[in-house]
């Protein structure tokens, strides 16, 4: 079945270290992925995304890496600063009308000053 | 913040009541969701819609029901809820239900059923 994962649950770096969270994905149809933040007591929040006609997209001291010959994704932080501190998740999605996200697990980063 | 509300924010319930939480959405977007959280499962899909009236079930659709006479508001409902739904709830929406789009979440309702 689809399924998204991520490798590890956990994630502890320094202030002004580089961040790399990493995701596995399974379905090879899925040609939309995102990355999510989310802070305690709230929603998640949009970060990045890809198609997967790209390999690398850069934002705002984030950066999304597909591999997609090894079906993973990951997200690079550059600087992590305390307020970088939540749970990221990252999420596939197909082509087709009326696909929902899927999402996998959740890495939790923990920034310490 | 997209403009997307759950109510309620909080609630309590007990076993075998029935319960309806609701999402509001002021971006007039064609799709919207619910999904729940629990600890190590993520985000998972309970059901969504893709139009007014129009609704299919996702990945933990057992146990709930789900209504969209609106474009606006998305209602979830715990037809009897059990100890097994105590959950955050969020709400998503996006403009299209497929492709290259984002979903925007609400905040999140946490549901306690004692």
């Known amino acids: 079945g689809e399924s998204v994962g991520l490798h590890l649950p956990t994630l502890s770096v320094q202030e002004g270290d580089n961040s790399i969270i990493n995701c596995a994905y399974s379905?090879?149809?899925?040609?939309?992925f995102i990355w999510y933040k989310q802070e305690s007591g709230k929603g998640p929040q949009f970060i990045i995304d890809i198609r997967s006609n790209m390999d690398k997209r850069q934002g705002q001291r984030v950066t999304v890496l597909l591999n997609k010959t090894v079906k993973h994704l990951s997200l690079q932080i550059a600087a992590t600063q305390p307020g970088d501190s939540a749970v990221y998740f990252c999420a596939e999605r197909g082509r087709q009308a009326g696909t929902a996200l899927i999402f996998g697990k959740g890495t939790t980063l923990s920034v310490s000053s | 913040d997209a403009g997307i509300t759950q109510s309620p924010r909080h609630k309590v319930t007990e076993t075998g009541t029935p319960v309806t939480l609701r999402c509001h959405q002021t971006?007039?977007?064609?799709?919207m969701y619910w999904y729940r959280q629990d600890p190590g499962h993520g985000l998972r899909l309970i059901h969504y819609?893709?139009?007014?009236?129009?609704?299919d079930k996702g990945e933990v659709s057992d146990g709930y029901s789900v209504s969209r006479s609106k474009t606006e508001d998305f209602l979830l409902t715990l037809e009897s809820a059990t100890s097994s739904q105590t959950s955050v709830y969020f709400c998503?929406?996006?403009?299209?239900?497929?492709?290259?789009?984002?979903?925007?979440f609400g905040q999140g309702t946490r549901l306690t059923v004692v």
């Open positions: 819609s893709y139009g007014v009236k129009d609704t």
């Open positions: 379905n090879s149809a899925s040609d939309y």
């Open positions: 971006e007039n977007h064609r799709y």
């Open positions: 998503a929406i996006s403009e299209s239900g497929g492709g290259h789009t984002e979903a925007f």
